[in-house]
């Protein structure tokens, strides 16, 4: 068995590798922690295994409590088991894929769950200093508005990472990616939020500022999150309010080319 | 019998500027409230009857609204449809 770290977001991951072939999974996505950076203790301690399941059939999950206050949740990919502190978790993989998945699942429960931010279905790039969320399920153009963006910095190209507080919300740099991978010397550092677009594909370049509860409504369902207990939707809610209460949210309807930036900058 | 009304158990409110927003944690919901429904909303924490909550809004607003007493009525009967408020016998019981 070997050992790995990993960040996500402001947090620390050890991970504890049982097979050769799970160690060259996670080093393939996830660049790790220069040991002299690793904390005392990480935030989350995960047991990594593979040889689960097939193939990813659909996203629906079983979820099951367990002994001891652990919870199951399985995919066809996947099995995710985790404490109620969710600091501690197993997680049991078919493939890169079923891996990516069930981190991202681990990571939205703990940021939930200790208040400290949201994973959310968007885009997100820099622009002069300041990072611009770009939001939509599957289809809706967040990778197209991505590579239009380019060369700007990328954050994330399809799950954001958002650190949510009273007085601020910064994103940071997302490993979960779909097909733009940043190289470690070009991630970009944690940088505060300006602006929140739910995309709408269109033949002009428009965009309408939503009212912060019509706003609240849109996002609800662009949070990356699996089976919420009652307390984690509360989370949810408020995070969002204050998410709204400080970054203006935008329908931007666009063109399929890079102009719909002077609507934002 | 009077009936009296209350919030539902299950139930948790986030103010968002005059609105308020419901969440069923039961059913996975949310209902958004204008600024009267949020003071209603915000009213019923005790059992109260349809007569009582339209009295405390005219006191409130000091409007006379003939159809006060209506409005609360069918304020109440969405409500508990959304299963966010629940009936109650005069005798307390739910």
């Known amino acids: 068995m070997t050992t790995a770290w990993i960040t996500i977001g402001e947090h620390q991951l050890q991970l504890r590798l049982h097979t050769p072939t799970v160690c060259s999974m996670l080093h393939r996505v996830f660049p790790q922690i220069d040991p002299a950076l690793r904390c005392e203790k990480p935030d989350v301690l995960v047991q990594l295994e593979d040889g689960y399941g097939g193939p990813c059939t659909g996203y629906e999950l079983d979820v099951t409590r367990v002994e001891d206050g652990h919870t199951s949740y399985r995919r066809s990919d996947y099995e995710l088991v985790v404490n109620s502190s969710l600091d501690h978790a197993t997680i049991r993989v078919f493939d890169e894929l079923a891996l990516k998945h069930a981190l991202m699942h681990l990571y939205s429960m703990a940021i939930i769950h200790t208040g400290w931010g949201l994973l959310m279905h968007a885009s997100c790039m820099e622009e002069a200093g300041h990072a611009h969320l770009f939001i939509g399920h599957s289809g809706a153009g967040k990778s197209t508005v991505m590579r239009m963006s380019l060369p700007r910095g990328v954050f994330a190209d399809e799950a954001s990472i958002l650190k949510i507080e009273a007085d601020r919300i910064t994103a940071y740099h997302s490993p979960f990616r779909s097909d733009h991978h940043t190289p470690m010397e070009s991630r970009l550092s944690p940088t505060p939020l300006a602006s929140a677009q739910l995309l709408v594909q269109s033949q002009e370049n428009r965009r309408v500022q939503l009212d912060k509860v019509s706003a609240m409504l849109a996002l609800m369902d662009k949070v990356f999150y699996w089976a919420p207990a009652p307390a984690a939707v509360t989370s949810i809610m408020q995070q969002l309010r204050m998410l709204v209460e400080q970054v203006p949210v935008y329908e931007l309807h666009f063109r399929k080319e890079p102009t719909f930036w002077e609507l934002i900058t | ?94």
Do not use: H
Not at chain 2, 20 to 29: A, I, K, P, R, S
């Open chain 2, 1 to 94: 019998m009077t009936t009296k009304y209350i919030r539902s158990e299950g139930c948790e409110s986030l103010q968002v500027d005059t609105d308020c927003m419901v969440l069923n944690l039961d059913q996975y919901t949310v209902t958004q409230l204008n600024a009267i429904g949020a003071d209603c909303w915000n009213r019923l924490t005790e059992p109260m009857s349809i007569e009582e909550l339209a009295a405390q809004l005219r006191a409130e607003y000091g409007t006379e609204v003939p159809s006060i007493e209506e409005d609360v009525c069918a304020f109440v009967e969405e409500l508990s449809r959304y299963g966010l408020i629940q009936a109650m016998e005069d005798n307390g019981a739910a």
